[in-house]
């Protein structure tokens, strides 16, 4: 039962366009997502992540958007870069799950020069 | 601060040799959780405590499978007797209740 999905195992885009990276869930009660970047031979590190009381949340090239109507959440990446090539994951807190976090499987972004 | 700490970094044991794994996570931090990274089914959370006490193992696969968190700097996650399938990368993450949890570098186990 995979409660956060990622659909998309890889992703390439250009340096400079847009990278979207998708992310869907079926728990309503999740009330928190949030996105976790990682490079090869290390731990993944936190990114952005936005409540589920709001619909976007801004930083920098990185922009997080949420549909709850849908139950679909989206990185944008503007622009894309070289060293934003790495796997993302997706992940979503429930409190009435013990407050830990569900992650997603991860989409392999590569940003060719 | 030092960020979380795992060790050993890589492990290669024979099957049905015991393994463990060690985890020290940010100074401060009150709960802390063991992944599995694999291709098959990503990243998975196997079990995780808060103010040292374990409170929820659904996700350890087995009974082959047990962690520890003796005090609030120190864990473990030992495998016994380790398998071919139990290959994988393991993290240790910690968080001060919150919702973002901090990574440690992984321990990539092979047992062959």
Known sequence: DQQVKQNSPSLSVQEGRISILNCDYTNSMFDYFLWYKKYPAEGPTFLISISSIKDKNEDGRFTVFLNKSAKHLSLHIVPSQPGDSAVYFCAAHSYNQGGKLIFGQGTELSVKP | ?112
């Open chain 2, 1 to 112: 601060d030092a960020g979380v700490i795992q060790s050993p970094r890589h492990e290669v044991t024979e099957m049905g040799q015991e393994v463990t794994l060690r985890c020290k996570p940010i100074s401060g931090h009150n709960s802390l959780f063991w992944y599995r990274q694999t291709m098959m089914r990503g990243l998975e959370l196997l079990i995780y405590f808060n103010n040292n006490v374990p409170i929820d193992d659904s996700g350890m696969p087995e009974d082959r499978f047990s962690a520890k968190m003796p005090n609030a700097s120190f864990s473990t996650l030992k495998i016994q007797p380790s398998e071919p399938r139990d290959s994988a990368v393991y993290f240790c993450a910690s968080s001060l209740q919150g919702y973002e949890q901090y990574f440690g570098p992984g321990t990539r186990l092979t047992v062959t």
